[in-house]
Each structure stands twice: as C-alpha cells, then as structure tokens.
T-cell receptor, first 118, second 116 residues
Framework: GESVGLHLPTLSVQEGDNSIINCAYS??????FIWYKQESGKGPQFIID?????DKRQGQRVTVLLNKTVKHLSLQIAATQPGDSAVYFC?????????????????FGTGTRLLVSP | DVKVTQSSRYLVKRTGEKVFLECVQD?????MFWYRQDPGLGLRLIYF???????EKGDIPEGYSVSREKKERFSLILESASTNQTSMYLC???????????????FGNGTRLTVT
C-alpha cells in the first residue's frame, strides 16, 4: 500500500554535528522522492529531490541517499546549524493513471523534528 | 521565486458555518493542491486541480469542495464546518504534468483553522 514513514519522530543534535534523518517508503513503483523542511509557522520548503534511477544526490550541505533494495531514504545535513531546526518530511511521488497521461501525487511521511542545540 | 499566498493565517469559525480558504499563486502554474496537516498524520491531499475549472478528489475530500475559476486562484470550501475539520490547511502549486523531477510542489504558509 501507500505509506511513507519516518523512523524517529525527534532528533536532537549539537551545532556542527552531522544529522541523518531516515525515511521508509512502501511503494516500489515510486520514481521520485523529495525532502521538505518546515519551520514553525511556515509551509514546507523544498530541500532536495532524487529520482529512482539515482542512489545519491548532493546539494549545499545536504545529501539524499536512496536505497531501493530496502525502500529507504535518508537526508544527511552536514555541519548542522541552529537554523536547520525544523520538521523534515520525506515524500514519494506516486503515479496516478489519469486521463491517459498520468498524474503524480505526493505521499508524505509524518515528519521528523530536528532540534539543534548551540 | 514561486509565491503561493494563502489569504488568512488564522481563522476561527463556528460549527455549521460555510468557510472559504483562498489561495493564489503567481507563477502561472497549472496544478494546484489543497492539503491538510495534522499531528501524527502528516500532509493529506484533499483536492487538486490541473486546470481552470477542473478538479479531482484527493484522499480525504469528504466535507470539502473546491473552486478554480482562474488559473492563479484555488479555493477550498467547507460547506458546513465541523470540529473535526480543525486543522492546518496548506495550498500548493506545481508546473503541468504533475510533480516531476525539478518541478516539486511549492507551498503556501498555511491557514490554521479552528472550528468551535
């Protein structure tokens, strides 16, 4: 079935540490995955995405790893800063057969709260 | 940058009232979405629209309807608000063809609705 879940609801780290946020997904047909960051009082912001034909993608201080064998996604944040404190969501893109062209929808995990202490 | 604007940050309504949540995007996106966000449940899709006057049900459409009269505006309507519709409502938009690589959803900052 469709489900995207996170292993840890809250992750506490010290400033400067590396953070790893994990996510499990269940739909082996999902072809695209996204990580979003949501700060208090704001909507989710796009961080980084990855296609299913890749196993790693790097951005600025962030890296997403995809392990299709075990249906696992992770977000790594290097040198975590207090400004990184937020809730992080993973999402998988599911193709809906729609109007013969296909339409995707995102299925979101429940989120992990990252707390960064100075 | 894409801007998705939701007209109200906070709303308090009474049970049985008709409620309109408004969303406007300025990037000429064809696709627009309404999600609700609840603790422990994540974001759940209520309705989406892929073109003006077109709409499709998401995962939890019961008790809601939508209107898309103009490309930039997508309204969520609670015909008769109930307490279980107390939630954070998030509007989002994306380029045509759905959510694809390098074309993710862009979200507004949300409307926190309380139904008493």
């Amino acid at each position: 079935g469709e489900s995207v879940g996170l292993h840890l609801p809250t992750l506490s780290v010290q400033e400067g540490d590396n953070s790893i946020i994990n996510c499990a997904y269940s739909n082996s047909a999902s072809d695209y995955f996204i990580w979003y960051k949501q700060e208090s009082g704001k909507g989710p912001q796009f961080i980084i995405d990855i296609r299913s034909n890749m196993d790693k993608r790097q951005g600025q201080r962030v890296t997403v790893l995809l392990n299709k064998t075990v249906k696992h996604l992770s977000l790594q944040i290097a040198a975590t800063q207090p400004g990184d404190s937020a809730v992080y969501f993973c999402a998988e893109n599911i193709l809906l057969p729609f109007m013969n062209t296909g339409f995707q929808k995102l299925v979101f995990g429940t989120g992990t709260r990252l707390l960064v202490s100075p | 940058d894409v801007k998705v604007t939701q007209s109200s940050r906070y709303l308090v309504k009474r049970t049985g009232e008709k409620v309109f949540l408004e969303c406007v995007q300025d990037m000429d996106h064809e696709n627009m979405f309404w999600y609700r966000q609840d603790p422990g449940l994540g974001l759940r899709l209520i309705y989406f629209s892929y073109d003006v006057k077109m709409k499709e049900k998401g995962d939890i459409p019961e008790g809601y309807s939508v209107s898309r009269e103009k490309k930039e505006r997508f309204s969520l309507i609670l015909e008769s608000a109930s307490t279980n519709q107390t939630s954070m409502y998030l509007c989002a938009s994306s380029l045509p063809g759905g959510i694809t690589y390098n074309s993710p959803l862009h979200f507004g900052n949300g409307t926190r609705l309380t139904v008493t």
